[in-house]
């Protein structure tokens, strides 16, 4: 039976039948009694191996599943899900009656979710060759747009603004298009053009220098993402922005959305009223056009800014063209970017009067009934002054309404410089209103004190302040710079009674749904503290210069409106012709005022602009559509400087 | 003709001596195979029945190999030695011509059957070959393996397979092959001064084949990984630590049943093949996994017993040749997805997916089996 070579533990008792294997034979010797012996030690020790190996094994399951499951379980947890940021949709802005401003229009956007992506480098480069034809860029551009946008694991936009094509033709190769995506952002829009572009601001993409600021980040901004930059945009960007939600997907291992698992709404942002009222904006800007300057109106009740308008303006819409051309930038927005309106300081001329009044009628230099006589200029140290002409006797009404010079180089030479500079601050005047727009410029009030530093500073050895410069400043020239916003509050001053107010473009904020958010409340910045009859006497002057026999500014006359005003015109000193500022500062109605005005008219190219000729009539204008009074009264009425 | 094959399993002497046990475990460890299988692929397109049912065929082929294998007398496999050694080189040799070139490797002989894309890999059977030849060639030594000349020459046997098998390459076969040496010629009496001396010799060889750039650099990073998972978190390491997340996050009593996370998110790749573990370890957790080991303690407990029972020096040679192939795959295997070996791809016994090692497995239990039947030397 047994017909095999055997090695038997035991010596065979019979030799093997196999003949041809007898030169084997020889070989196979019996083994040794201790050799079973030697065997059965060592297959112990290999069953003591095997026994070692498992425990090692299950003593590793016990620590990973028992000691560690928790642990690993969450880490499994977090791998397959990823939060997708659901953007908040930017908040609107409309203006006083719910016209729109800015507003967000849907586009189709392109983008890559860089953890999404193949791990392997040849892989990803597969999904970027097929790509590139879809969006319509060269593989090289696209790999540019990746290195330039990439920012950590952030989604990676590719192409904004695609059509609805491509985006059904990348939806249709998404699984040989790991890591790609697609979606729907919105885009801001300025509807109304360059229509208070100064004004609204516009969005730009984050600086790493606004990343990095806590206040901001905590908005939920990331890279790439646009932000408010000037204007109400920029100021209010907070009630703006809102807060981004996220949409939870499960994912496998390459990064493809398995489904949706959970999701966290975006809080949009806040709709912005501002107090801003459309039409008198638009009349600002269109009796603006073609020239250099500003104006503002605001509300003397509580300082609402009705109107902000800075000419010459620029469309908005052009900051949301990605790329905006170097070329397009330089000629199309840089040069229209100043915001005259609160950016720009100029000598204010004779519009300043309102201020050297109230300073002559309380500090006790004169009184609402204290005549002078003006035979057409006067010495001032060793300096001539002269006057526009000669207005004979004239009180403090007829000063304001004839705008005369003389009367008031006497009440600042009375009161002194340092008091006309102090009621000026009182005024709001060479300090920041606290507008909520970024960029305000604050102006200059001179003093002689301040002009003795300004002068050591300079080196000048001459460091006195002359009676010429008081005489100066009486009439808002020389050193004296306001912006036109602060003379649209000093003059809606008079109009109230004495209160200056802080100005505010934003009324309230809405949210979703409708609930209002934040409201500006009204805040006086000063109160000027004059007797009624005191103020009642600056009124009376200034509505005699629009509506009496004397008055300077008889073409802001509306047809039953009382209009309130004071012209200015600020010779432009060193030209060689002769150039000039034109302002106006104006309110009503007289009786119950509701809008304040000041029109800043800039001789850029040496224009000689009046208060009377050329400003006023941009206040008539403003009044007329504030008013609702048609096209009958925007014609213009006469014209006396 | 297959009643002839399989003839010698209805002798009731025989019959009573099948070792239920070990066939037991056979059945439940495919079992959990086809379970494993199915959810390792069904969130791939195309996967899940699929591969399920080609196992299915895979195992019901290796059955009928391991029933016919059972039934012969084992020696005479081994007179066959020379032309089974021959016939595995020549194998060997062929894929290096036939192969298609798959992740830089020459492994597989295409099949043509029609409808399916099966590839024979001459590599998993090269270790059943080598286990009956060496045993062959041990039970002739006898006691002179104790001579070192004689000790080298069976390390030679081994070495011309390894060397083949290493040009496709295939470094965890090369390492399944010679821990098959070392179990087979522990047992069969060598010196352990020269097996020591040659662990020494063969760690300064490894040394040298690291400076000398013998090993590949794939191969060397597999190292590197292993000492450190984290080094390289989203290439090397990826596997190692998403299948120890997957394991981990099974805990105690396991996600489920198709509910792994790691699993469904196919988050390991291979899931199918050598990290099969990790669906079994995140879907049973500790429980299941511990059963699987236990199964796998029985079946090795039933080859080390026949072992020790055959009172046959060639049975007693292939049958420790075969727990040791056992052995190896399981620590390896099991210790790789867990993180405690390096990443070296052995297939987990009769539970990965694929044809030609679920047959070689089970050619080799087999070959246990019948050693188990005939393991008394004297027959009334």
Not at chain 2, 291 to 302: F, G, K, N
Request: glycine letters at 10%; hydrophobic letters at 45%; charged letters at 20%.
């Amino acid at each position: 039976m047994i017909n095999r070579a055997v090695i038997s533990p035991k010596p065979p008792t019979t030799p093997t039948r196999s003949s041809g294997q007898s030169g084997m034979i020889t070989r196979l010797r019996p083994l040794p009694a201790q050799d079973t012996e030697l065997s059965a030690i060592r297959l112990r020790m290999l069953v003591a191996a095997v026994i070692l190996l498992f425990a090692a094994l299950l003593g590793r399951l016990w620590y990973l599943q028992i000691v560690q499951g928790e642990t690993m379980k969450s880490k499994a947890e977090s791998n397959r899900r990823r939060r997708v940021r659901d953007s908040a949709p930017r908040g609107l802005i409309t203006d006083i009656n719910g016209k729109m401003l800015a507003m967000n229009e849907a586009q189709f956007s392109v983008f890559i979710d860089p953890g999404g992506l193949p791990k392997k480098k040849e892989d990803r480069e597969l999904v970027y060759q097929q790509l590139a034809p879809l969006i319509g860029i060269s593989l090289d551009e696209l790999k540019k747009t990746i290195d330039k946008n990439r920012v950590g694991s952030n989604a990676i936009p590719v192409a904004e603004g695609v059509s609805q094509q491509i985006l059904a033709r990348i939806m249709e190769n998404r699984s040989r298009l790991p890591g790609i995506d697609a979606g729907v952002e919105p885009v801001r829009r300025y509807p109304q053009g360059p229509v208070a572009a100064h004004l609204l601001g516009h969005i730009a993409p984050i600086k790493p220098e606004e990343l990095a600021d806590e206040n901001i980040k905590k908005r939920g901004y990331r890279s790439n993402d646009d932000i408010g930059r000037d204007g109400v945009e920029r100021a209010h960007d907070e009630l703006l922005c809102g807060q981004p939600g996220g949409v939870f997907y499960e994912i496998d291992a390459k990064g493809r959305r398995q489904r949706e698992i959970g999701r966290e709404d975006p809080t949009p942002g806040a709709t912005l009223r501002l107090n801003l009222n459309l039409e008198v904006q638009k009349a600002a800007e269109s009796a603006l056009a073609g020239m250099y300057g500003a104006a503002v109106a605001i509300d003397p009740r509580d300082g609402s800014v009705i109107a902000l308008a800075s000419a010459p303006t620029f469309d908005p819409n052009l900051y949301l063209k990605r790329p905006l051309s170097q070329e397009e930038y330089e000629t199309k927005v840089k040069p229209f970017g100043l915001n005259r309106a609160i950016q720009s300081a100029s000598p204010p001329g004779s519009t300043f009067k309102i201020i050297t009044s109230a300073a002559g009628l309380a500090e006790g230099a004169i009184s609402p009934n204290t005549w002078m006589y003006c035979s057409g200029g006067m010495q001032v140290g060793k300096r001539y002054f002269k006057c526009h002409s000669s207005h004979g006797d004239v009180n403090l009404r007829d000063a304001l309404a004839a705008s005369c010079d003389v009367f008031y180089y006497h009440v600042a030479l009375d009161v002194k410089a340092e008091r006309v500079a102090a009621w000026a601050e009182k005024y709001g005047l060479g300090s920041k209103t606290g507008i909520d727009l970024p960029g305000e410029k604050g102006g200059n009030i001179p003093t002689p004190e301040k002009h003795a530093l300004l002068a050591a500073k300079l080196g000048n050895p001459d460091t006195r302040w002359y009676p010429g410069q008081t005489a100066n400043m009486s009439i808002g020239q020389g050193e004296v710079q306001t912006t036109p916003l602060q003379m649209a509050l000093a003059v809606g001053a008079v109009a109230n009674g004495g209160t200056v107010w802080e100005p505010h473009i934003v009324k309230e904020a809405l949210d979703s749904d409708g609930k209002v958010t934040y409201r500006a409340e009204p805040k006086a910045n000063s109160k000027l503290g004059l007797k009624p009859d005191q103020i009642a006497a600056i009124q009376n002057g200034l509505r005699a210069a629009v509506g009496g026999s004397r008055g300077t500014a008889h073409s802001a006359s509306l047809p039953g409106i009382a209009v309130a005003g004071k012209t200015g015109s600020a010779e432009l000193r060193g030209g060689a012709q002769k150039a000039s500022h034109g302002w106006f500062i104006c309110y009503a109605p007289y009786e119950k005022p509701t809008i304040a005005i000041c029109i800043f008219l800039e001789s850029h190219n040496g224009e000689n602009y009046h208060g009377g000729a050329n400003a006023s009539p941009v206040a008539r204008k403003m009044l007329a559509a504030y008013f609702k009074l048609g096209d009958a009264a925007t014609g213009s009425g006469s014209t006396v400087d | 003709m297959t009643s002839a094959l399989i003839a010698p399993l209805f002798e009731p002497r025989l019959r009573k001596q099948i070792d239920r046990a070990l066939i037991f475990s056979v059945v439940a460890l495919m079992a959990v195979s086809l379970y494993a299988i199915y959810f390792a692929t069904a969130a791939q397109p195309g996967g899940g029945l699929k591969y399920a049912l080609r196992q299915g065929v895979f195992f019901i082929i290796g059955l009928i190999l391991m029933v016919v294998v059972a039934a012969q007398d084992y020696s005479k496999f081994t007179r066959y030695a020379p032309f089974l050694y021959i016939g595995n080189a020549l194998l060997l040799l062929a894929v290096r011509v036939l192969s298609p070139e798959i992740n830089g490797a020459r492994r597989w002989i295409p099949l043509p059957i029609p409808g399916m894309d099966f590839k024979l890999q001459p590599s998993e059977f090269a270790k059943v070959i080598i286990i009956l030849t060496l045993a062959a060639y041990l039970a002739r030594l006898g006691p002179s393996i104790r001579e070192f000349s004689n000790l080298i020459k069976t390390l030679l046997h081994v070495a011309l397979p390894v060397i083949l098998i290493q040009l496709q390459p295939d470094l965890g076969t090369s390492l399944v092959l010679l821990a098959i040496w070392f179990g087979m010629v522990f047992l069969a009496g060598a010196d352990w001064r020269h097996l020591v001396g040659m662990i020494l010799v063969g760690a300064l060889l490894f040394g040298v084949a690291w400076q000398t750039n013998l090993l590949k650099p794939y191969q060397k990073d597999r190292i590197y990984t292993f000492i450190n998972p984290m080094n390289d978190p989203k290439g090397d390491g990826y596997h190692v630590l998403q299948s120890m997340t997957a394991i981990g996050g099974g805990q105690v009593s396991g996600q489920g049943l198709g509910h792994g996370v790691q699993t469904n998110g196919q988050f390991i790749p291979e899931n199918h093949t050598d990290f099969i573990f990790t669906v079994i370890g995140e879907e049973t957790g500790f429980v299941g996994a511990a059963i699987l080991l236990a199964t796998y303690a029985l079946l090795l407990a039933r080859g080390i017993a026949t072992v020790a029972e055959s009172e046959d020096a060639l049975g007693r040679l292939i049958a420790v040749g075969v727990v040791t192939l056992f052995a190896f795959h399981i620590v390896v295997n099991m210790g790789m997805t867990l993180g405690i070996m390096p990443v070296v791809g052995v297939p987990l016994p009769l539970i990965s997916y694929g044809g030609s090692a679920a047959w070689s497995m089970m050619v080799a239990l087999g070959l246990l089996l019948g050693i188990h039947m005939r393991r008394h030397k004297i027959l009334f």
